[in-house]
């Protein structure tokens, strides 16, 4: 039997027991896709062998798509190389630093829940409401939310500038990003 024609359960099953790798099934789905092209004319554009993730770039593809998260993303210290020994206790203190805010109770702010933030998109946002916002990651809810707040904040600025014109009117105020999303 062939690797495309197992199912994705299956496929998974012999993944995890490493009697195959996920590029070789990658490559076995793409040379089948390769041989039914010219009969079929399925697909739009074809992924290319060398588009698929190899061992060495894992990596890498893992690391930016944490950060691109906004999550946690640890490299070993065995990775780490320091230009000098000062470098390297600059590091060690910034990692202590950290731990040692890790330990301390977070602040955590009621406004920011989920369902704060979800009714909150929902009651202004002209086309998310309640049946259809489940559709969006969390990601993308955090995002409309921005905008909305940013978008809310723009009329108030704006309404305030229509009615005593002291202030410049910056109409980029709302498409800037005020939020750092440092990858």
Known sequence: ????ELTALELGG???KREVSPVEAARAALDRMAG??????AFVTALEEERVLEKES???AREFIMRSACLEYKTKQSELRFYNKRAKEAWERLMKYREEMRKKPQKVDPSFSLWNIIGAV???HPSLN????????????YDQFARVRDQVAF????TRWAVWGKDKLDQSLWF???RDNKV
């Open 58 to 60: 894992y990596d890498q």
């Open 36 to 41: 039914e092209q010219p009969r079929n004319n």
């Open 14 to 16: 012999l993944i995890q």
């Open 130 to 141: 309640l049946t259809n916002i489940w559709q969006l990651t969390v990601y993308q809810l």
């Open 176 to 178: 800037k990003q005020e």
């Open 1 to 4: 039997m062939e690797l495309w």
């Open 155 to 158: 009329d108030v600025y704006s």
């Open 122 to 124: 929902t009651s202004r």
